[in-house]
């Protein structure tokens, strides 16, 4: 066989959770929470599961309820018009095929996509697969915020689309009004389109709102704006997200969706409406419910000797580890603190096509207390 990806490896989060299982350490490396989502939406998950007529496929773009839901919810945290659900909603499974839907259908051979490294580890290879281009631009170390000179020294006129992803996985960096406002001047009088990542969308911090593409009425205009339940409602196996995108982009999104999953699984919807619909004030608790955790983790390890990077979004925590080893690779690093410690991370060298390394680790502290303390006990010690 012919490889389409022959430099690429099995994702960096499914080996760290496998080393951690082996290791049988504490997994601050794949991103997800070890809690639940809210029992209210369990519930509701198990009611539309046993309930007669919930078991075929759900319409292609989504439930008509689902979408009213998303379109009432977006206009409500954003202060916007609401996003047309008929045309401009489409929901996907989880925001990982939003985004493999949303470059199939806009990436031609030979375009080019602008991505923004460290970069999750999806994006560089899905616009391959479309025969595209990515146009890798470095964000400024170690601040992680967009060089806006250098992404305008990247466009050509072959560039088909610019990749943003706030707040910023895995750095946590946040975009500003300003930047939205240089991004739309950048783009503006040409045909480049926009995917905004935004699943972290409701963890942000010290009071700072996160400022969503849709906000600005020349972005929205050229706009795929991603999100995903699984953030949001502490159910990352669940694999719902949505797209919200104008009718033009929809209907591309659409074309490819149809065939790449053609709807999400029904009862899941059901009881994500159900939430939506029965408690509209859960995205709101989000900030209070995560910075007490990005605080406690920052507390415990201010006496170890990682060095910890701001985050002001997002649920992960970089850290340097100079003073603890200068010759390890962040790979060789992240193995050994799994293996010996007893702590698995990610070693931030696999947000990057190039592997360029920057001797930064991750932690994930969407987890309990008692993880966060456990883990930091053991980081403590090296
Ligand atoms: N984008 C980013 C930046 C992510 O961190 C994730 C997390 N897994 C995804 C997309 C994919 O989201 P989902 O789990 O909803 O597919
Ligand atoms: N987004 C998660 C992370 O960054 C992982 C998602 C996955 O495992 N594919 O850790």
Redesign the pocket.
Known sequence: IVSKLPDVGT?I??VM?QLAQECGAINL????PDYDPPLALQEALARHATTPGHHQYAPMPGLPRLREAIAHKTARVYQVPAPDPATEITVTCGA?EALYAALAAVVHPGDEVVVLEPA???YGPAIRLQGGIPVYVPLDSPTFRINWERVRAALTPRTRLLMINSPH??SGAVLTTEDLESLAALVADTPILILSDE?YEHMVFDGVPHRSALQHPALRERTFVLSSFGKTYHA?GWKVGYCIAPPALTAELRRVHQFLTFAVSTPTQHALADALETDPAHDQQLPAFYQPKRDLFRELLAASRFELLPVLGGY?QLARYSQISTTESDVAFAQRLTRESGVAV?PVSAFYHNGHDEGLI?F?FAKQEATLRAAADRLREL
Request: a neutral charge; hydrophobic letters at 35%.
């Open positions: 994702s989060f499914s959770t490396a794949q991103g997800f990982t999750y580890d999806l996985n895995p699943v990352t992960f990610v991750r994930c």
